[in-house]
């Protein structure tokens, strides 16, 4: 069977509420697609359509080219992490992952060998006689992969699985699932996270959710470098969002003319350019935009400034200061054309 994941115009409501609309997605055969989003913007939803848990109100999905719509979940063939993780608290590590093969009726003599080898996937041989109150919450959280992994999956639906941990146990575990990942080429995942780090790091591509909607899909570099979206813009790292108007030839910014990449705006427009604060210089250069400096935040390697611009704030981080500036001091900002985006007013509508 092939794997690989297809939304076909997917729309979920509860009641009157929209909490999925009219999704299309394709995730490829082995590929790591991170949808990413606020809170509440039907990410869980969208995993949940996948797993069978959820009936779409209209639209299909599809795993390989099977229309699994109408399946039940066990039927389906995937492994899925959940948000809180849930192992059984009176069965031991080695029970946990056998559950889902008992439920699909594996043979019993080959039950003991997969969950041998899932937990070696895993790093968690040595604890399968464990129950999952004597395991930290990484082991517990390796011990729910091991779960959705021991099915052998061709679909791994992962629900900020690592959102229970602390900043340095989240760090070596995506170390770890990349590792995963690289041994199962061909599973395709679909992982869940509100955390941009966690979609930069481990995406092949990132579907951007917001209200609903997807506003956004591509690769980390590509929705980084070139946001279609302000939502994405800011969302997918840091972002200068200036309301400019279009001219003849660049924008016009708190009436200083901009040079920008070329765009298909007419003059008169309003858009808003978008500039990421680590590639806003300080001192004269190209684009220069006079200010005063109203904060500055030292981040080890890194200077924040804040730079009032007319009535706006713009960020800039340079490389660490020998002197920490003034507040009130007056600066000059540049920036090269090539490294704003002009985004259109209005994408975000509609
Ligand atoms: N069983 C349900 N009944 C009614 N509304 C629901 C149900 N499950 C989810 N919702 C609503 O659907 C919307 C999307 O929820 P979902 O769980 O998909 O969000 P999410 O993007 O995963 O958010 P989070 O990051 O907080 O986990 C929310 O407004 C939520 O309140
Ligand atoms: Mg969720």
């Known amino acids: 069977m092939t794997s690989g994941i297809r939304f076909d115009g997917v729309t979920v409501t509860y009641g009157s509420n929209t909490v999925l609309d009219n999704l299309d997605l394709t995730v490829e055969p082995g590929e790591v697609m991170a949808l990413l989003g606020p809170s509440g913007s039907g990410k869980t939803t969208a995993l949940r359509a996948v797993a ?16 699994v719509t ?7 063939g995937i492994g899925m992490v959940v948000q809180q993780y849930a192992l059984f608290p009176h069965l031991r590590v080695d029970a946990n992952v056998a559950f889902g093969l008992k439920a699909q009726k594996v043979p019993k003599g080959e ?22 109150r004597e395991l930290s919450g990484g082991q517990q959280q390796r011990v729910a992969i091991a779960r959705a992994l021991a099915i052998r999956p061709n679909v ?4 900020e699985p690592l959102s229970a ?9 995506l170390a770890e699932l990349a590792r995963l990942h690289r041994e199962l080429p061909d599973v395709s995942i679909l992982y869940v996270t509100h955390d941009q780090v966690e979609a930069l790091t481990l995406a092949d591509r990132i579907a951007v959710m917001d209200k609903a909607r997807l506003q956004d899909c591509g690769t980390p570099q590509d929705l980084y470098r070139r946001p279609r979206t302000e939502f994405t813009a800011s969302f997918v790292g840091n972002a200068n969002l200036l309301p400019v108007t ?3 030839k660049g924008v016009t910014f708190e009436g200083v003319e901009l040079e920008v990449p070329a765009s298909e705006a007419a003059p008169g427009a309003t858009a808003t350019l978008c500039v990421r604060p680590h590639l806003v210089g300080l001192g004269p250069g190209p684009n220069p935009l006079r200010g005063r400096i109203v904060e500055v935040q030292w981040r080890g390697s890194t200077h924040r400034l804040y730079v009032e611009v007319g009535g706006h704030r713009v960020k800039a981080d ?18 090269a054309p090539d490294d704003a985006v002009l985004l259109a007013a209005g994408v975000n509508d509609g």
């Open 70 to 76: 109408a399946l039940p979940p066990y039927k389906r």
């Open 52 to 67: 069978g848990f959820v009936r779409p109100a209209s639209g299909r999905v599809f795993i390989g080219d099977r229309d």
């Open 156 to 159: 791994l639906l992962l629900d």
């Open 318 to 335: 340079v490389r660490e200061l020998k002197e920490t500036p003034a507040l009130g001091t007056e600066v000059t900002l540049h920036f």
């Open 111 to 132: 039950i003991p060998g997969r969950v041998a080898e899932a937990l070696e996937m895993t790093g968690m041989a040595a604890y399968a006689q464990r129950y999952p």
């Open 246 to 248: 279009v001219a003849a």
């Open 165 to 173: 941990l602390d900043a340095q146990l989240r760090s070596g575990m």
